[in-house]
């Protein structure tokens, strides 16, 4: 102990022991009968957070904090000041000497007898001091009250142990090995790493993780970087040649080469003057209004009571300022340089941006066949001014990458966090292998607060798969085949008629064929997604590749023959309740008659039976249950765990479309800024147009066929390297992950969608402007 709270990297230590189990007399709770008796020294109340209702904190070892949930589960009162005398002992079952802990539910036998027993027994006796509220960290089927007491390390002997919770001073990638290091000097032989909590410093030893995290970050600022530095460039070269002829009249009186340089830096010294300062500003007020709205969900979430503030290090605003800076002078530096080359002739008579040849302008004469002369001239107008054709191109090409990459980036995002949590689509699970009484089924029925009811019989089989069939994971690995089969384990799972008869027609499903007596059929869940146990990665794969009108011929457990089933239909949505883990294993959804005549033969196994609820008062549901159940058997109240599930998807779609919105304000206005910019130094052109005949309706197609050719060009360009990007995305994912790359159509197809609509939009707007000037007056306008 004291090498560890001398250690250089040692903040505070939190000492904790487990006492232990005793039997809590007159618990109404059979799935409950104990109290588990947890002491802490002073420092524990912020690392194990409880909060207390009423009372005071234990100060010696013979006060305790009891839990309120004794009082609401286990209907047993008791109040501050009350004598509570415990014989403390750990949990066994059967033969084993391994003593149980929390999370370790109650060991029964089928039919809900326990089978454990208290070891080594120690009385002693408690003055209760407070009343606290259920501990967050105990776990939900937890077969013990918490209960809390003082450690006093002075009292302790010499020999024996407790558990060191260690908060360091600096959370960083090195105290895994520090950790271990400090652990072998010592003798330590167990050194475990509150990994939820390290994740959110983004400090892991999953390696897989590790990479994946950096190179995500890599490629998601370098699409921002480049996305800013884009606007900020085309805004700037535009400027610069909007001001041509302005930086020539300057050569023309002097002005050196360093000084037109200097007039565009300034410029962006100014501009960055302005929107450095509003951009940090924004920033820091946009995410302080954030977090007042969702603050309740952020507590809800991460089980703790206080706010989420906005803390501005000096740091961050320094790192925030150099990346605008170094974005802005990145931006400058090219029209910068290109402003100093200008010659005052050249600048004066405007012939730097356009130059000329009948070679350049060339176009197709299927051009104008298919589409008119209007096209055609369209087109010319496009290629008679290539840098500025480029740079709109160039601006409308980063806009559909950066949406496409940051949506896939998101909706990947998303899809990793869906895997990697446990699929609790109910409130209440109820379990038992003796089957549910029909009085008691319906009773749950009608219960008030139950929204949904389903009762699911599942029973164990087996069916040998040829090779072909079976799935990529089981041929790729080393998995044993006999005689070029595959023997699969095949769980049954037989849903009540109401709930077969949703999932029928969720799946497509013929519910009549299900339920047809002389057709013994189900639906194969035919992909999954689990975690694999070597590798750690959570993955998407086939379980089996099968087809709709297939056989599967069924045995028991010992190989006794249980006759075929038909396969129905296939699916990856498995029903409510019921979870695939196994690429080795295949779930089969039947009806109630499929699952009876299977059970008709003697050499059967065990089958159990689950009823899920999902409740509109899961607290309420479940003493309402407690009440009218006569047998024995647990529920499982799940509400708070899958309630914290959604709201942290909730909260990861706040921040995560909150970027999409973002990314997709910063492209429109790139394309609104460099369409609008280009076509208003353009009015010289379009007068000189008019005044050779070209009629409104004309010079609106002509129009219309240009926004057509941005689109389509830059959509030739945007694509193929949003495809390419996606692809590293993917790739950067599947150090933890693995599911097949896919391309997302939909977005590609609103984004393609997009793309017209916005550079038809800024067309119009900006031609529109056009079309007000006075011909006379566009044809002798100067850009100054």
Same mark, same amino acid.
């Given at each position: 102990?004291?090498?560890?709270q001398s250690d250089?990297e040692t903040e505070?230590?939190?000492?904790?022991n487990?006492?232990? /189990?005793a039997r809590?007399?007159?618990?109404?709770n059979?799935y409950?009968?104990?109290?588990?008796v947890k002491?802490f020294?002073?420092?524990?109340?912020?690392t194990?957070?409880?909060?207390?209702?009423?009372?005071?904190?234990p100060e010696?070892?013979?006060?305790?904090?009891v839990?309120?949930h004794?009082?609401?589960?286990?209907?047993?009162?008791?109040n501050?000041?009350?004598?509570?005398?415990?014989?403390?002992g750990?949990?066994?079952?059967g033969?084993?000497a391994?003593?149980?802990d929390?999370?370790?539910?109650l060991?029964t036998?089928?039919?809900?007898k326990?089978?454990?027993?208290l070891k080594?027994?120690?009385?002693k006796?408690?003055?209760?001091?407070?009343?606290?509220?259920?501990?967050?960290?105990?776990?939900l089927?937890a077969?013990?009250?918490?209960?809390?007491t003082h450690l006093?390390?002075?009292?302790?002997?010499?020999?024996?142990?407790v558990n060191a919770s260690?908060?360091l001073?600096?959370?960083?990638?090195?105290l895994f090995?520090?950790?271990h290091?400090?652990?072998a000097n010592?003798?330590?032989?167990?050194?475990?790493?509150?990994?939820?909590?390290l994740?959110?410093y983004?400090?892991?030893?999953?390696?897989?993780?590790?990479t994946?995290?950096y190179?995500?970050a890599?490629?998601?600022?370098?699409i921002?970087?480049v996305g800013?530095v884009?606007?900020?460039?085309?805004?700037?070269?535009?400027?610069?040649a909007?001001?041509?002829?302005?930086?020539?009249?300057?050569s023309?009186?002097?002005?050196?080469k360093k000084?037109?340089?200097?007039s565009?830096?300034f410029?962006?010294?100014?501009?960055g003057?302005?929107g450095?300062?509003?951009?940090?500003?924004?920033g820091?007020?946009g995410?302080?209004?954030?977090f007042?709205?969702?603050?309740?969900?952020?507590?809800?979430?991460f089980?703790?009571d206080?706010?989420?503030?906005?803390?501005?290090?000096?740091?961050?605003?320094i790192?925030a300022?150099?990346v605008?800076?170094l974005?802005i002078?990145i931006s400058?530096y090219?029209?910068?340089?290109?402003a100093?080359k200008?010659?005052?002739i050249d600048?004066?008579r405007q012939?730097?941006?356009?130059k000329?040849?009948?070679k350049?302008?060339?176009?197709?004469k299927?051009?104008?066949k298919?589409?008119?002369?209007?096209?055609?001239?369209g087109?010319?107008?496009l290629k008679?001014?290539?840098?500025r054709y480029?740079?709109?191109?160039?601006?409308?090409a980063?806009s559909?990458v950066l949406?496409l990459?940051?949506s896939y980036f998101?909706?990947?995002?998303?899809?990793s966090?869906?895997l990697?949590?446990?699929d609790?689509?109910?409130?209440?699970?109820?379990?038992t292998?003796?089957?549910?009484?029909?009085?008691f089924?319906?009773g749950?029925?009608?219960?008030?607060?139950?929204?949904?009811?389903?009762?699911?019989?599942?029973?164990?089989?087996?069916?040998?798969?040829?090779? +072909?069939?079976t799935g990529?994971e089981?041929q790729?690995?080393n998995h044993?085949?006999e005689?070029?089969? /595959?023997?699969?384990?095949?769980?049954l799972?037989?849903?009540?008629?109401?709930?077969?008869?949703?999932?029928a027609k969720?799946t497509?499903?013929?519910?009549a064929?299900l339920t047809?007596p002389?057709?013994?059929?189900g639906?194969?869940?035919?992909?999954?997604d689990?975690?694999?146990?070597d590798t750690?990665?959570f993955?998407?794969?086939?379980?089996?590749?099968?087809?709709i009108?297939?056989t599967?011929?069924?045995?028991s457990?010992?190989?006794?023959d249980?006759?075929?089933?038909?396969?129905a239909?296939?699916t990856n949505?498995?029903?409510?309740?019921?979870?695939?883990?196994?690429?080795?294993?295949l779930?089969?959804?039947v009806?109630?008659?499929?699952m009876?005549?299977i059970? +008709?033969?003697?050499s059967?196994?065990?089958?159990?039976?689950?009823?899920y609820?999902?409740s509109?008062?899961?607290l309420?549901?479940?003493?309402q249950?407690?009440?009218?159940?006569?047998s024995?058997?647990?529920?499982?109240n799940v509400?708070q765990?899958?309630q914290?599930?959604?709201?942290m998807?909730?909260?990861?779609?706040?921040?995560?479309?909150g970027?999409?919105a973002?990314?997709?304000?910063?492209?429109?206005?790139?394309?609104?800024n460099?369409?609008s910019?280009s076509?208003s130094?353009r009015k010289?052109?379009?007068a000189?147009?008019?005044?050779?005949?070209?009629?409104p309706?004309?010079?609106?197609?002509?129009?219309n066929y +240009?926004?057509?050719?941005?689109g389509?060009?830059s959509l030739?360009?945007?694509?193929p390297?949003?495809?390419?990007?996606?692809?590293?995305?993917?790739q950067?994912?599947?150090?933890?992950?693995? /599911?097949a790359f896919?391309?997302?159509?939909m977005?590609?197809?609103?984004?393609?969608?997009?793309v017209?609509?916005?550079?038809?939009?800024?067309?119009?707007?900006?031609?529109a402007?056009?079309k007000?000037?006075n011909?006379?007056?566009?044809?002798?306008q100067e850009?100054?």
């Amino acid at each position: 102990m004291e090498a560890i709270q001398s250690d250089e990297e040692t903040e505070d230590v939190v000492l904790s022991n487990n006492l232990g /189990y005793a039997r809590l007399e007159g618990s109404d709770n059979d799935y409950k009968p104990y109290v588990f008796v947890k002491a802490f020294n002073d420092q524990a109340e912020r690392t194990f957070p409880t909060e207390l209702t009423k009372g005071e904190r234990p100060e010696n070892s013979n006060e305790v904090v009891v839990s309120k949930h004794i009082a609401t589960d286990a209907n047993v009162s008791l109040n501050i000041g009350d004598t509570l005398k415990l014989g403390i002992g750990k949990r066994v079952a059967g033969k084993s000497a391994q003593p149980l802990d929390q999370t370790n539910p109650l060991q029964t036998t089928e039919a809900g007898k326990n089978i454990e027993t208290l070891k080594n027994k120690q009385t002693k006796t408690f003055t209760v001091v407070g009343v606290m509220e259920r501990p967050s960290w105990e776990p939900l089927s937890a077969p013990g009250y918490t209960v809390m007491t003082h450690l006093d390390k002075t009292s302790m002997e010499d020999n024996e142990t407790v558990n060191a919770s260690v908060i360091l001073k600096d959370v960083n990638q090195s105290l895994f090995d520090h950790a271990h290091e400090l652990a072998a000097n010592q003798n330590i032989k167990d050194v475990q790493f509150n990994n939820g909590l390290l994740r959110y410093y983004g400090v892991t030893d999953n390696q897989g993780l590790q990479t994946t995290l950096y190179s995500l970050a890599a490629i998601i600022i370098t699409i921002i970087v480049v996305g800013s530095v884009s606007l900020i460039y085309n805004a700037f070269a535009i400027s610069v040649a909007e001001r041509s002829r302005h930086l020539g009249m300057l050569s023309s009186v002097g002005a050196t080469k360093k000084q037109k340089r200097n007039s565009v830096f300034f410029e962006g010294a100014i501009i960055g003057a302005i929107g450095i300062p509003l951009g940090v500003v924004s920033g820091i007020v946009g995410i302080g209004i954030t977090f007042h709205f969702i603050n309740s969900l952020i507590q809800n979430v991460f089980d703790f009571d206080q706010n989420m503030t906005v803390v501005v290090t000096p740091w961050s605003i320094i790192t925030a300022c150099l990346v605008s800076i170094l974005t802005i002078f990145i931006s400058t530096y090219i029209p910068a340089r290109r402003a100093s080359k200008v010659s005052a002739i050249d600048a004066i008579r405007q012939a730097a941006d356009v130059k000329l040849s009948r070679k350049k302008v060339k176009t197709s004469k299927l051009t104008r066949k298919l589409f008119g002369i209007e096209a055609e001239i369209g087109l010319k107008n496009l290629k008679r001014n290539r840098r500025r054709y480029r740079a709109t191109i160039f601006s409308l090409a980063i806009s559909i990458v950066l949406f496409l990459s940051v949506s896939y980036f998101t909706e990947n995002l998303q899809k990793s966090y869906d895997l990697s949590q446990a699929d609790i689509d109910y409130d209440i699970k109820m379990f038992t292998s003796n089957g549910f009484s029909e009085p008691f089924v319906d009773g749950v029925k009608a219960l008030d607060t139950v929204s949904e009811y389903t009762r699911v019989k599942e029973l164990k089989t087996r069916s040998m798969v040829a090779k +072909e069939k079976t799935g990529e994971e089981l041929q790729g690995g080393n998995h044993a085949f006999e005689d070029g089969k /595959y023997e699969y384990i095949i769980r049954l799972h037989a849903l009540d008629d109401d709930s077969l008869k949703a999932y029928a027609k969720k799946t497509k499903a013929d519910f009549a064929q299900l339920t047809d007596p002389d057709s013994r059929s189900g639906i194969v869940i035919d992909t999954i997604d689990y975690r694999d146990p070597d590798t750690g990665k959570f993955k998407v794969t086939k379980v089996i590749h099968a087809d709709i009108g297939q056989t599967l011929e069924l045995t028991s457990e010992n190989n006794d023959d249980l006759g075929d089933i038909q396969i129905a239909a296939l699916t990856n949505t498995a029903p409510t309740g019921i979870k695939p883990s196994n690429a080795g294993v295949l779930n089969i959804v039947v009806s109630q008659q499929t699952m009876n005549q299977i059970l +008709e033969h003697d050499s059967v196994g065990n089958v159990d039976t689950n009823i899920y609820l999902s409740s509109d008062d899961p607290l309420k549901t479940q003493k309402q249950l407690e009440k009218i159940k006569k047998s024995n058997f647990p529920i499982y109240n799940v509400y708070q765990r899958r309630q914290r599930m959604e709201q942290m998807t909730l909260l990861m779609s706040v921040f995560v479309y909150g970027f999409i919105a973002l990314i997709t304000a910063i492209s429109v206005a790139n394309i609104f800024n460099t369409i609008s910019t280009s076509i208003s130094l353009r009015k010289r052109e379009f007068a000189m147009l008019k005044s050779v005949g070209m009629t409104p309706k004309s010079f609106n197609k002509m129009i219309n066929y +240009e926004s057509l050719f941005y689109g389509i060009k830059s959509l030739l360009y945007g694509l193929p390297i949003s495809i390419g990007i996606m692809y590293l995305i993917h790739q950067s994912l599947m150090n933890t992950f693995d /599911y097949a790359f896919s391309l997302p159509w939909m977005d590609i197809l609103f984004v393609t969608i997009g793309v017209f609509i916005i550079v038809g939009s800024a067309m119009l707007y900006s031609s529109a402007k056009v079309k007000k000037e006075n011909i006379i007056d566009a044809l002798k306008q100067e850009n100054v």
